[in-house]
């Protein structure tokens, strides 16, 4: 509130200007960010604060947003109604979780020619005020599923560019790895390597299912089996555990288009189990080694046509 005091100016009338606008919070998807762990470690988050009105009919500064930079694949949840806000899949994909309270009014705004001194002003709102749940679903093309030392990270290091932990222990891979295969048309595709399943994962076992959800947006499954059975388990058996966990996750899942990996073709045993699995479970696994990257080019083909959709009839 405010009046207009100004010499040679009687009665200079109502001049209070309004208060700006406060800013809101706005999550933008962003291929360069790459985890939400800041938000761990900073989780509240607060736009700028609008300014005052002032005399002269001064309008008060808007408040800046915050536009918070997430990884793409990135759902947005309010935890109080469990509403999903947004799911930021695509680069450059926003939302505003929450907005800004409106400014308040000046006093020039009650000004008639019955009225000619208003005193009557409005208060600035509050903000909104939000608890959010951000749940990151790393967007690939590709997930690779397999039992713990089936060679996963082995094979994620030999099709792509990344550099995985590789260990000749089980659960060497503790969180899910993002590699970029790249085509001979410079074209790529993500890959996912995430922590190895075991039977009984969808009740916690080992590291359990909630890995599961990074592949859960993944156009097309790698399943990687150890053919030689390193482990002293059979290929066809893990290859069944596979599916049914995967069942017991999302049955779905298993109307993804797939591709088996047989790994560890050096080992003999390997070579005598491949028929067996092939006979038993009725698929044709591509055998690959991944520590000499032997087979990477024709499962690199395989990859780029699964993930690019369904496969076109071929005319006869
Ligand atoms: N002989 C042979 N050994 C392999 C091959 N690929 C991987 N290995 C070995 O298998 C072991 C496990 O490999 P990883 O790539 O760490 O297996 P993983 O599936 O990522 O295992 P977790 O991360 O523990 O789930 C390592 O000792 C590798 O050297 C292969 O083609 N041939
Ligand atoms: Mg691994």
Redesign the pocket.
């Known amino acids: 509130m405010s009046f207009r005091r100004e010499k040679f100016i009687p009665r200079g009338g109502p001049d209070g200007g309004d208060g700006g606008t406060g800013g809101s919070i706005v999550f933008e998807a962003d291929r360069n960010a790459d985890s939400l762990v800041s938000l761990f470690y900073a989780p509240h988050l607060r736009a700028g604060r609008g300014q005052h009105g002032k005399g002269q009919k001064l309008h008060g500064r808007n408040g800046k947003d915050l536009v918070f930079k997430v990884p793409c694949g990135t759902l947005v949840q309010d935890t109080a109604t469990g509403e999903i806000l947004a799911d930021l899949v695509k680069e450059g994909a926003s939302v505003i979780a929450a907005t800004g309270g409106k400014g308040g009014l000046g006093n020039c705004h009650w000004l008639t020619s019955q009225h000619r001194a208003p005193r009557e002003h409005t208060d600035g709102e509050p903000g909104e005020e939000k608890r959010l749940r951000l749940e990151l679903k790393v967007a690939v093309q590709v997930g690779m599923v397999?039992f713990?030392?089936?060679?996963?990270?082995?094979l994620l290091a030999a099709i792509s560019h990344a550099h995985p932990k590789?260990?000749?222990?089980?659960?060497?891979?503790l969180h899910p790895i993002v590699g970029t295969i790249v085509f001979d048309d410079y074209s790529s595709l993500h890959i996912a390597?995430i922590?190895?399943l075991i039977e009984g994962a969808h009740d916690g076992a080992g590291l359990g299912h909630s890995f599961l959800r990074h592949i859960e947006r993944a156009s097309a499954l790698l399943y990687?089996i150890d053919m030689a059975g390193v482990d002293n388990r059979k290929p066809w058996d893990d290859y069944e555990t596979l599916r049914n966990e995967l069942k017991l996750h999302d049955p779905q899942l298993l109307l993804r288009p797939c591709a088996i990996a047989a790994?560890?073709?050096?080992?003999p045993e390997a070579k005598k189990n491949l028929p067996e699995f092939r006979t038993k479970t009725g698929t044709r696994p591509i055998p690959v080694?991944?520590?000499t990257c032997e087979g990477m080019d024709r499962l690199k083909k395989i990859l780029q046509r699964l993930a690019s959709g369904p496969r076109r009839r071929q005319k006869k």
């Not at 790994?263 to 080992?267: A, G, P, R, T, V």
């Open positions: 397999g713990p030392n089936a060679g996963k990270s082995s590789v260990a000749s222990y089980p659960f060497t891979t390597d922590p190895g990687v790994n560890k073709m050096d080992l080694v991944a520590l």
